[in-house]
T-cell receptor
Framework: KQEVTQIPAALSVPEGENLVLNCSFT??????LQWFRQDPGKGLTSLLL?????REQTSGRLNASLDKSSGRSTLYIAASQPGDSATYLC???????????FGAGTTVTVRA | GAVVSQHPSWVICKSGTSVKIECRSL??????MFWYRQFPKQSLMLMAT?????????EQGVEKDKFLINHASLTLSTLTVTSAHPEDSSFYIC????????FGNGTRLTVT
């Protein structure tokens, strides 16, 4: 069974600092990996999708890397802003059936 | 972009009653939808896969007679929590398959 772990569980930084969020998974035979943002009481917003053949994806201030062999992914957020405060979830696609295994998330607070 | 609408966004019901949650794909057809449940401070856990025109497939440990899923059309899947109990209080989120996955905004269920 795939286990997805996110460290740290919570993070508080001053505005402008870069953020590094970690995700690890136990079974390296994954299909894709996706990072989501979840605001309190809300649904999920997709941030970045990394396909199994890729090593990273970038969108604006966000960059996500994937190392399947070591079972790790890292989400970098550059020059954090208060609006980046949210919970960030890492999810791994099981094989190619679009079923996701989620981590518990990292809750980020960016202080103005 | 693809939109998934989930309704209601929150519901309070009394113990022993049933509650229906709807998940609609607004601008695309989805033969497959997924239902997830999220307890506070925990990961999203896949409950079941909803397949249009056929029976849903449930994950291990999920009671199919308690969580009834119907996917009667290509744009609508419903989850009915039957004889709800306080322990069923949770955040339920659906997703629809239109590569990549698109998520609804979730339903907060509180059973009193």
């Amino acid at each position: 069974k795939q286990e997805v772990t996110q460290i740290p569980a919570a993070l508080s930084v001053p505005e402008g600092e870069n953020l590094v969020l970690n995700c690890s998974f136990t079974d390296s035979a994954i299909y894709n990996l996706q990072w989501f943002r979840q605001d309190p009481g809300k649904g999920l917003t997709s941030l970045l999708l990394i396909q199994s053949s890729q090593r990273e994806q970038t969108s604006g201030r966000l960059n996500a890397s994937l190392d399947k062999s070591s079972g790790r992914s890292t989400l970098y957020i550059a020059a954090s802003q208060p609006g980046d405060s949210a919970t960030y979830l890492c999810a791994v696609y099981r094989e190619d059936d679009y079923k996701l295994s989620f981590g518990a998330g990292t809750t980020v607070t960016v202080r103005a | 972009g693809a939109v998934v609408s989930q309704h209601p966004s929150w519901v309070i019901c009394k113990s022993g009653t049933s509650v229906k949650i709807e998940c609609r794909s607004l601008d695309f057809q989805a033969t497959t939808m997924f239902w997830y449940r999220q307890f506070p401070k925990q990961s999203l856990m896949l409950m079941a896969t909803s397949n249009e025109g056929s029976k849903a497939t449930y994950e291990q440990g999920v009671e199919k007679d308690k969580f009834l899923i119907n996917h009667a059309s290509l744009t609508l899947s419903t989850l009915t929590v039957t004889s709800a109990h306080p322990e069923d209080s949770s955040f339920y989120i659906c997703s629809a398959l239109n590569s990549p996955l698109h998520f609804g905004n979730g339903t907060r269920l509180t059973v009193t």
